[in-house]
């Protein structure tokens, strides 16, 4: 009688249309899940140079480390493909367990070629994990898809700061080789996950008709592709050479590594407010705004200096990373049928544009400087409006 209760309470595709009720206790419990998961998976960056040092590694083999973990990614798609068929709610209970003891046994591994398989392996969980969770967050977020989008991403932007800070903590308590305890963290996660969610999308769907879903695919994705490659050549140049670039005009390294923080914490406001703003407003007005704001900031940032720059990164932090929530619940709103697998390939896409724009940007940078990089990736993301006034139809909020 009360697993029937439960499962009364949880929204469910009716004749292709869903329960309107937002699912406010379990959306955060998705979004927890995400944030430790996202702090285990933030760990590398941080344990990079002990690792280096420990295996006697060049920083071309050191830096490889990370695309490796990456590489799952064009996994994707076929894991929202099995998520599909199966219930979606053990990908994402089980993997800020299984995430969380992969990467901390990292401190143990006796060479490089076992330590680059436990990363592909890690890679595996956090793909594991992303292609599901967002359409989970979807189906229970009834008509404020943007709001749960909002946030779940805003869960993983906040684990994705604390991570390098636990592992810095855990490494200077117990050693690299110690930080396998910091696991323990990961699977008390999982069993709040299990106890949470154990109810929700317990029968899965009919198996997913991939000829049919085709059609919508093609009208979503091909905007989609040019609005995130546009885009994503200004947010790689603050993700990744923001640093880089603040300390060739000559800032102090703690100085250029705050900025890159403060921007990434920015970026939590904006996660949060971006979502629910577009369930009113609409995804495309938000969309636009999001990306004409830091591409204008970015102009100004230029040409300024000091602490000049300072409001000018939290700007470009709550707009540019308010855009990822939104285009995720582009893609749910437009495949209402197929949440995971759309999302698996989403998340393909953008691993395959961040590499693309770091290679791009880096080349850019050796060629002609990285403030032309910048000043380049800003007239990107304005050419990328347009194209979000190609993607199909609208979603109109509460």
């Known amino acids: 009688m009360a697993d029937q209760a439960i499962e009364a309470a949880v929204p469910r595709t009716v004749e292709g249309a869903e329960v309107e009720a937002f699912q406010t ?3 955060v419990t998705i979004s927890f899940g995400h944030f430790v998961h996202d702090v285990f998976s933030g760990f590398l960056p941080a344990l990079l140079p002990l690792l280096i040092e420990r295996l006697s590694l060049t920083l071309t083999m050191g ?41 901390t046994l990292t401190g143990i591994m006796p060479g490089y070629a076992p330590l680059a398989l436990l990363l592909f392996c890690v890679g595996v ?14 189906r229970i977020s009834g008509r404020q898809v943007g709001k749960g989008m909002s946030i779940f991403m805003a869960g993983g932007e906040l684990g994705r700061t604390v991570g ?28 709040v996950l299990y106890l949470r969610l154990r109810h929700v999308a317990a029968r899965p769907g009919p198996p ?8 919508s695919a093609r009208r979503l994705f091909g905007p989609m592709l040019v609005v995130v490659i546009l885009r994503g050549f200004l947010l790689v140049s603050l993700a990744v050479y923001l640093p880089t670039f603040l300390e060739a005009e000559g800032a ?3 100085a250029a590594g705050a900025a890159l923080s403060l921007w990434e914490l920015a970026g939590v406001a904006g996660a949060l407010t971006s979502g629910p703003i ?12 999001t990306m004409a704001v830091p591409a204008a900031l970015m102009l100004v940032f230029l040409n300024v200096e000091g602490w000049l720059r300072v409001p000018l990164l939290l700007g470009m932090g709550v707009t540019l990373l308010s855009t990822q929530p939104v285009l995720m619940a582009t893609v749910q709103d437009q495949m209402p049928e197929h949440r995971a697998i759309a999302n698996g390939i989403f998340m393909t896409i953008m691993f395959a544009v961040q590499l693309l724009a770091t290679l791009v940007i880096g080349a850019a940078g050796d060629a002609f400087g ?20 190609w993607l199909p139809g609208e979603h109109t909020g509460v």
């Not at 490889?64 to 990614?73: E, F």
């Not at 969980?125 to 979807?138: E, G, I, N, S």
Request: charged share 10%; aromatic share 12%.
């Open 252 to 254: 102090a390294l703690w």
């Open 125 to 138: 969980t956090v793909a594991a994990f992303h292609a599901p969770a967002p359409a989970m967050v979807a």
């Open 63 to 103: 830096g490889a480390l990370s695309s490796i973990m990456q590489a799952p990614a064009v996994l994707n798609p076929f894991i929202g493909y099995v998520a599909e068929r199966a219930s979606l709610r053990y990908f994402i209970i089980l993997a800020p367990g299984v995430t969380a003891t992969l990467m």
């Open 370 to 389: 990285l403030r032309a990089a910048f000043f380049g990736s800003a007239l990107a993301a304005f050419l990328a409006i347009p194209a979000i006034f």
């Open 208 to 215: 997913p008709d991939l000829r049919a879903m085709f059609p």
């Open 278 to 289: 577009s369930d009113r407003v609409g995804r495309k007005p938000v969309l636009a705004v």
């Open 164 to 191: 390098p800070l636990l592992a810095v903590w855990g490494v200077s308590m117990w050693g690299l080789e110690g930080i396998w305890r910091l696991a323990a963290i990961g699977w008390g996660t999982s069993a």
């Open 25 to 27: 206790g379990q959306v």
